[in-house]
Nanobody
Framework: QVQLVESGGGLVQAGDSLRLSCTASGRTFSNVAMGWFRQAPGKEREFVAT????????LYADSVKGRFTISRVNALNTVSLQMNSLKPEDTAIYSC?????????????????WGQGTQVTVSS
């Protein structure tokens, strides 16, 4: 079992930055790929970013590429999402997820564990 707890959400203005963190507990964190997903009201859950077990490979949704950066510190069991140049359309509940595979993936069905999520609201 892996427990995931997100933090760092909040209300910001367009153009601002925000850093989300996800702390894992319960099993060896370094053996899992991690991802961030988001869901806006009335919309489907959307892939945001993923990182492989070692942190050497990342993948981003086109909508956030160049603005968001995913990173991880295995020694601290933490994965982070640095979000810059935020837009109102980035408003959503952001959730981190863990997949018991080495490579990152954008497919939510491959993730085994999910956090509760943290709200990010970007005002115009």
């Amino acid at each position: 079992q892996v427990q995931l707890v997100e933090s760092g959400g909040g209300l910001v203005q367009a153009g601002d930055s925000l850093r989300l963190s996800c702390t894992a507990s319960g099993r060896t964190f370094s053996n899992v790929a991690m991802g961030w997903f988001r869901q806006a009201p009335g919309k489907e859950r959307e892939f945001v970013a993923t990182i492989n077990w070692s942190g050497s490979t990342t993948l981003y949704a086109d909508s956030v590429k160049g603005r968001f950066t995913i990173s991880r510190v295995n020694a601290l069991n933490t994965v982070s999402l640095q979000m810059n140049s935020l837009k109102p359309e980035d408003t959503a509940i952001y959730s981190c997820a863990a997949a018991v595979i080495n490579s990152g993936t954008s497919s939510p069905s491959l993730y085994n564990y999910w956090g509760q999520g943290t709200q990010v609201t970007v005002s115009s």
